[in-house]
């Protein structure tokens, strides 16, 4: 658990950032990279990712923002392109993310359209009603928790080029249940933002990319959960720890063990809950792994 100080310097960061919009900093690391970021498969439905061509050139074309959010803009040997992840409450049909320039060139729409895709519905009893129906005393803690949860996901730095070919976080049965419009003890509920493994309590947990741990914590419906900054607006969320082996500021390579699979708070059984933001959109875990056969 991280002070309430060091908490609040995180919004201040973010935002030194936000006035340094040309970064040199950013400009030095992606124009030399020693090896072209991978990509994450490309899927333009509500909570999947639009890859958006920006040209050729040495220079980075400049900041790409999407609902109020920078993302992530790499160098590949075919040119710039902006990965734009799309929330799933995205409605279908056309959009547009913002390319504001380095120099002082007008800003541009990059305009891109958002196909539909119906996710199946997913009846789950919990045994623990308080999870279900919050009572007052919880609702407070809950509101307090998406404030942190909300500035966690919607982090951007430029210390790590995120790669988008990840392995899993853990071994184990990975289920398709991203994007399912959940009913909870037959309560509708917010739909599922992130893909769960499968795995036994106390299986270890591991850092799929370089990064570094935001926030950690025990959160109401997480249950103990990690964040973790992969740069330029790619974070990830690990939830349900039965144990957390990290602590905010550290600094965790691919393989870097985050904590363990538990059942903390609101879930059916221990598994892992993984989650992918990408500009603060949690979109599907699985466009960024190999292909399941
Ligand atoms: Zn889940």
New binding site residues.
């Given amino acids: 658990m991280i002070s309430a100080g060091r908490w609040a310097a995180g919004p201040r960061v973010v935002a030194a950032l936000a006035v340094l919009t040309c970064v040199p900093l950013q400009l030095a690391r992606t124009d030399a990279p020693s090896e072209p970021p991978t990509l994450p498969r490309e899927s333009r439905v509500p909570g999947g990712i639009a890859i958006l061509d920006l040209g050729a050139g040495e220079r980075s074309p400049g900041d790409v923002i999407f609902n109020d959010h920078r993302a992530p803009v790499l160098r590949r040997p075919e040119g710039w392109v902006a990965l734009v992840g799309i929330p799933l409450d995205a409605s279908p049909g056309p959009h547009a993310a913002l390319l504001r320039p380095a120099n002082d060139a007008p800003a541009r729409r990059l305009a891109f359209t958002v196909a539909p895709k119906k996710y199946d519905e997913q009846r789950l009893k919990v045994a623990e009603k308080r999870h279900v129906d919050p009572l007052r005393e919880d609702l407070e803690r809950i509101a307090r928790e998406r404030v942190r949860i909300d500035a966690a996901l919607g982090h951007y730095s430029t210390e790590f080029t995120p790669q988008f070919a990840l392995q899993p976080p853990v071994p184990g049965r990975r289920s398709s249940?991203f994007g399912l419009r959940r009913f909870f003890n037959d309560q509708p509920r917010n739909p599922?933002t992130?893909m769960?493994i499968a795995a036994a309590t106390g299986t270890p947990i591991v850092s799929p990319a370089p990064g570094r741990v935001l926030d950690t914590g025990d959160f109401f419906f997480n249950g103990n959960t990690v964040f973790v900054d992969h740069g330029l607006g790619v974070v990830t969320i690990y939830c349900h720890l039965d144990r957390i082996d990290v602590k905010a500021g550290d600094t965790v390579d691919t393989g870097t063990p985050l904590g363990q699979v538990g059942a903390t708070g609101r879930v059916t059984g221990a598994h892992l809950?993984w989650g992918v933001a990408v500009n603060r959109a949690l979109v599907d875990p699985a466009l960024f792994l190999p292909e399941e056969r």
């Fill in positions: 249940s599922h992130g769960d809950h």
